[in-house]
């Protein structure tokens, strides 16, 4: 008769054993949600690997520059700029670049914080909403709903919660431009912020106004400063910053005036008395604008350094 019975001996019978109970104890347990691959089940119009991009509006600051972003299974991988938009036509500041840390940000809050003390404690959604909830209830109509600058759909949605518990929704926007607003209706009868042709100017003076930083819309204001710097051989662009601190805005003007904050007009009602510099300057244009000093211009431009120590005239030719 022929047996077939495997035989284990005890030390193998346990290591069999475990090795089955660590297998089903493995089967059983939830894989951790970051382990999990997005789109295991994909959409049927979404293909692994090829990657689908949308537009979008960025939101890390108000000016609002419309984006690309490059998505792949789902995950938003990559921001530019989106060359249709009027706005930044193509551009996009370093903050908007960096717009993705918000998402991937190995150090950014992944968990509701509660204020504990002097220190902040992580806590669990329920523990948050429910914290929340009965905040709002004790509070009754006395609640405000206090959120950054959201527009369209995000705005909706705020107002709609805070209308169904009572609570006023505010906004809180550190670069705010409520007072441009209120003097531009005031100046001239428009309730809106206004948009500055940079790049149409032939002079122009900034008081306080960052434009290539924080000012409205920099990545705009920047490509405008580049095609009213591009006059240069027509006599235009020059650009004066009356300002307290030196900016990069300050850095890249003719002209940077030093102002005690809040007295950048006070000091240039005083200097455009004595230095009409744009003047001066459309004057140097009108006078460049003639062929021969055109010519000249361009003959000074492409002189190595040393040739410019030679008279500024032009050479005749001797045809
Ligand atoms: S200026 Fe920069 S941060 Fe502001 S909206 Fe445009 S890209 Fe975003």
Redesign the pocket.
Known sequence: MNDDRVVFDRRDFLKLVGIGVAGVTAGCAKPPAEKLIPYLVAPEDVLPGVPYFYAST?R??P???GLIVRTREGRAIKLEGNPAHPL?QGG??A??QAGLQGLYDPDRIKTPLVKDGANWKAATWDEALALVGGKIAAARTKTVLLTGLETGTMRALAGEFGSSVGAKHVMWEPFGYEALRAANRATFGIDAVPRFDVGAARCLIAFGADLLETFL???GQARGFAQMRAQRDDGGGHFVTVEPRLSTTGANADEWVAAKPGTEFAGVRTKSRRSPTCRRKRSRGSRASSPSARRASRWRAASPPRARTAPRSPPRSTC
Do not use: H, I
């Open positions: 960025c890390e600051c000016a609002g520059c930044n996009l500041c903050r908007g819309s920099p990545v």
